[in-house]
Structure formats: C-alpha cells, structure tokens
C-alpha cells in the first residue's frame, strides 16, 4: 500500500489539497482556486487534476483519497451544492487514478478532524461551530459527526434566535447566523455607524468601547448564546468547540458567551466553550482522515501528533 492519501478541501473560492501519510506526517500541501463561475463541471475537472498533480508530487498512486465538498453529501455521491452547483456527482469523478475514495460534508469533516485529532480529541460528544461568512455546525456524536435523516444535521446557523427579527439570506427570520457570522456583525455595525467594517475590526473597536461595536458585539453573543442553550438542552454535549474568523477574536468572544449561556440555563451546567484546535487545516486534515479510511486504515489518526498537524503548512 501507498505510504500516503491524498486529502482536499473543497470551498467555494478555494480548495486546500495535501498529501498526509499513515502516520500523519503533512509532507505537502497546495491550493488552487476553484472555479465556481466557470459551471460546475469545471469544478470537477479541477479537482482531478489538483489530486492528478498532488498524487505526481508524493511519487505515485496514493493509498485513497478524501474529498471535503460543501452540501449535501453521502461518503460516494456529491448530491448537491448551491455553492458549486452540482447534483449526483459520483465520488469515482473527482478521481483519476483507480484508488479508493470517500467524500464528506465540510463543515463534518472538519469536526470529524477535531473529534479525532483536535480539541475534542478526550471527548466523545461535542458541538464543532466554525464562526465565519456564515455559521454552520457540526454535530459529534460517539466521536462521529452526525448528518442526519437526508444531510441537513448540524444547521445551526440557521435556528431562528430572534422570531421577530431580521430575515435571513435563506428566507427564515431570526436565523443566528442572521445576528452572530463574521459578515453579520460587520455588516450590522456598517448599517449603525455608516461607514464599513469588518468582524475584525468591530472585534477591535468593542475591546477600545465604542458603544455601536459593544452593542453590535453584544447581540452576537445574545444570539450565540440562545443557540448553545438549546443545543445544549438538547444534546448535552462534554463541549463547545468554537472557530472560524470570529473565535480568533478569543476571550472577547467566549467570556462573555460563557458568561451569558451560563445564566440561561437553570438545572444544569454549561458545557465549556474550547478553541478550536485545527483552525484552517481542520477540513484538509479530516479529508486525510477520509482517505484513510477508504484505504481501509479506519484508525489512522489514533496516533497523529497534534503539533505536527498544527504546523502552519496550507499555503
Ligand atoms: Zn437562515
């Protein structure tokens, strides 16, 4: 067997691709743009010849091939994304050697990544609630990222926290995501003060006390923490496992989010908020996981040190 899998991470603008090995030595990674504007079947044509040239790079066939792809998605069909555009693209296409392949959702097999590698590594049940343009989730159940009946599981960017509030990019009211993604709260700060910002920056301007940054930065933490209350009424989970663009923000973020979800439950404790532990590797790294799996080493990452996979390698 070929001593490495080849592992891509697949987004809208771009897709990170590697070349990890059994014992989880990154020996390679790469990115290349993706074409969403040329249709989808451009997409596919360029994540052949990205996998074609990784595959070149480690000196042959690799052992399997793990794709991270956005929608809905089962572990051999890319049933469909509004992002690319594609429906029922068989696993087999995205590959141009005969060698195993699994795909999996993102956003999951990020989680997948950090359940395995990162910070839910001594946990078995946890929320992974990357925090970016949009907020998705990825619910972890017994150490596996759950997808539900059809794919939809792990959608809480777009549980409505504020039934009268804003209407949300997907037709919903209220949805988190509305009040609580990177591009919300620059946006909502941008709408109050008249003139643009970034998540970043409201971040900055909330820490020196500009009351519109406070008040922006507060309703976030509001929403976040009406979500994370019935996830965990829900599911309670050992962990929240936060990343993506606005978990860089750190303490400005979790302390008062702690704090807040702290106070909305009254029977029970809150379960702790951790970093994530990946940040942008995490979906790269658990397409690796991916690869390995379809190799048939299910356990791959058992033994994988955290501090080389931390190592700032995606270009
Ligand atoms: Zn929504």
Known sequence: MSSFVVALDVGGTSMKGGLVTRSGEVVLTDRRATPRDEGPAAVVGTIRSFIDDLAAAGGGAPAGVGLAVPGLVTADTALYSANIGW??????????????????????????????????????????????????????????????????????????VFPAGEVCACGQIGCLETYASASAVGRRYSARAASPATAEQVAALTVSGDPLAVEVWGEAVEALSLALATYTLLLDPSAIVLGGGLAEAGPLLSDPLAERLRGRLTFRDAPPLRPAALGVN???????????????????????????????RVA
């Open 87 to 160: 429906r029922d693209v068989p696993a087999a296409d995205f590959v141009p050697l005969d060698v195993p392949v699994m795909l999996g959702h993102d956003v999951r097999t990020g989680g997948l990544a950090e359940s395995v590698l990162g910070a839910g590594r001594e946990v078995s049940d946890f929320l992974f609630l990357p925090i970016g343009t949009g907020i998705a989730g990825a619910v972890i159940l017994g150490g596996e990222p759950y997808g539900g009946t059809a794919g939809w599981g792990g959608e809480i960017g777009h549980i409505p």
């Open 282 to 312: 995490a979906g790269m790294l658990g397409a690796a996981l991916l690869g390995w799996r379809a190799a048939g080493i299910p356990d791959a990452g058992a033994t994988w040190s955290l501090d080389v996979l931390k190592s700032p």
